[in-house]
């Protein structure tokens, strides 16, 4: 099986430079035999399957529902694929492909969430107690990977600065509220099903 | 509800996904029906149930209500075993009905919770247009016993976020709901 070369990074493309406030987000996950992905009380995603760990949640990993379609959810990398691929890079790197069975596989058991970017990007959590008052602002980054030109990032702005930056309690604390926020935001407004949703012109993303 | 795309070349894998992960739309895909019969159905199982003769007391219903959360929440601490290693199972109970009978006694439409792997429990709470989603914290408290973090929706439009102990976040949700004629109770 050949890695679909549509979703590489390649000489000719760029950063994306159009308003993608139209667009879709697309997040796999893994459901076991047996585990449900919905909640039949609800209707809404059960949280496992939201974000999984819980380290992962300042910086969720998504791809842009068009030219990376349902068809690459399957896409797993091997751990020699990891290393190799599983690295921020520019949107023009030549990158080759990787090889099956040796940088990635198939996982028949990976489902999918879709979200609309403009429920996720600038909007705003906002927590007060007592005189102790913080906020988060939700940006949607594009953060091409060498496996995955169309890899987006769901990522946390806060008040009190980055989070890597901060003492360990005071990271645990705005960690548990970011959680809290990402697991909101996603719960009311991700679905399981594939939207309607527009393509990217050829334009916003290549030079060619 | 988002729009499904139909009639594209992955109708196969829509298809097979939408059969897998439980969605309400996966049985128009298999069966090549229209998203009205399938509301239909869902209608007819409705009054099938409306007229089976079952009814409750509001006291009734909302035990009912709890004991199907804490078998839930039963069962669900007992797969995140990792994340409540060392805290008493029976604690962690009281702290749940604390926050359950809380959330039970404004009579939802739909309550349901998720224990989550940060040691809380996440209620996702509906009554007419109003949504409330709510962790309350049962370990790695950081602020003082009893936290919660809160967000509350009017359909898609966010009303408020509020972070504090759960009785500071229950008189929060009242203040912020008073228009909608939501109350609930105040702590003794």
């Given amino acids: 099986m050949n890695y679909p070369i549509e979703i590489l990074p390649s000489q000719h493309r760029k950063w994306i430079d159009c308003p993608l406030g139209d667009y879709f987000l697309i997040r796999h996950f893994e459901l076991k035999e047996g585990e449900e992905a919905i909640d039949p009380e609800t209707g809404n995603i059960r949280v496992k399957n939201i974000c999984s760990p819980k380290e992962n949640i300042s910086d969720l990993s998504m791809s842009l529902l068009g030219i990376f379609t349902i068809r690459h959810i399957n896409l797993k990398l091997t751990q020699e694929g990891r290393d190799k691929y599983l690295h921020y890079c520019q949107p023009d790197e030549v990158v080759l492909p990787p090889s099956h069975n040796i940088d990635f596989s198939n996982d028949a058991n990976r489902r999918f969430w879709c979200i609309s970017i403009s429920r996720l990007n600038g909007k705003s959590f906002n927590y007060s107690r007592n005189n102790s008052n913080f906020s988060a602002v939700c940006r949607v980054h594009h953060t091409p990977m060498r496996w995955n030109f169309w890899h987006f990032s769901l990522r946390w702005e806060t008040d009190l600065g980055p989070l890597e930056e901060m003492d360990e309690r005071e990271r645990n604390k705005i960690a548990q509220r970011l959680g809290h926020s990402a697991r909101t935001i996603i719960s009311h407004f991700a679905r399981v099903e594939v939207p309607t949703h527009p393509v990217l012109p050829t334009g916003c993303y290549s030079n060619n | ?188």
């Avoid at chain 2, 039963?74 to 959330?103: C, D, T, W």
């Fill in chain 2, 1 to 188: 509800m988002a729009k499904i795309r139909k009639n594209t070349g992955d109708s196969d894998l829509i298809e097979s996904h939408l059969l897998r992960v439980g969605s309400a739309y996966a049985e128009p895909y298999a069966t090549g029906g229209s998203f009205e019969a399938t509301n239909r159905r869902f209608a007819f199982a409705d009054q099938k149930a409306k007229e089976s003769g079952w009814s409750h007391t509001p006291i009734e219903e909302i035990n009912r209500r709890f004991i199907k959360l804490d078998r839930s929440f039963i069962s669900q601490l007992s797969q995140e075993n990792n994340v409540f290693s060392g805290h008493p199972e029976y604690i962690l109970r009281e702290k749940m009905k604390i926050s359950a009978e809380l959330l039970l006694s404004c009579e939802p439409d739909v309550i349901s919770l998720e224990v989550t792997n940060e040691g809380s429990i996440f209620y996702t709470w509906r009554k007419n247009d109003i949504s409330i989603y709510l962790d309350h914290y049962l370990i790695e408290e950081h602020d003082g016993k009893d936290e919660a973090i809160v967000s509350i929706y009017k359909n898609n439009d966010k009303v408020a976020d509020f972070a504090g102990s759960l009785d500071e976040v229950i008189v929060q949700i009242n203040n912020s709901l008073v228009s909608e004629s939501i109350d609930f109770p105040a702590f003794a």
